[in-house]
Nanobody, 128 residues
């Protein structure tokens, strides 16, 4: 079992920055990959970014490349999402997720079903 708790959301103006954190507990944090997804009102939950168990590989959806950075601190059991140059279309509830299954190998991070534990979400609102 893995428990995930997100924090760091809030209201920010367009062009501003926020850093989301996700604290994990339960299984050995350094043994599994982590991801961030988001869900805007009336839309499906979509992939944002993912990071391998070691932190050596990162993956992003095209719309956030160059603006968002995912990182992890295995000593603190925490994954981060640094969000810069935020846009109104980034407004959503952001969820962190843990991928403990080896079923997908090093691919398929954009698939919600490849992650098996989820946090409760944190709201990010970007005003224009």
């Amino acid at each position: 079992q893995v428990q995930l708790v997100e924090s760091g959301g809030g209201l920010v103006q367009a062009g501003g920055s926020l850093r989301l954190s996700c604290a994990a507990s339960g299984r050995t944090f350094s043994s599994y990959a982590m991801g961030w997804f988001r869900q805007a009102p009336g839309k499906e939950r979509e992939f944002v970014a993912a990071i391998s168990w070691s932190g050596g590989y990162t993956y992003y959806v095209d719309s956030v490349k160059g603006r968002f950075t995912i990182s992890r601190d295995n000593a603190k059991n925490t994954v981060y999402l640094q969000m810069n140059n935020l846009k109104p279309e980034d407004t959503a509830v952001y969820y962190c997720a843990a991928r403990t299954s080896r079923k997908y190998g090093s691919s398929g991070y954009e698939k919600r079903e490849s992650f098996d534990y989820w946090g409760q979400g944190t709201q990010v609102t970007v005003s224009s």
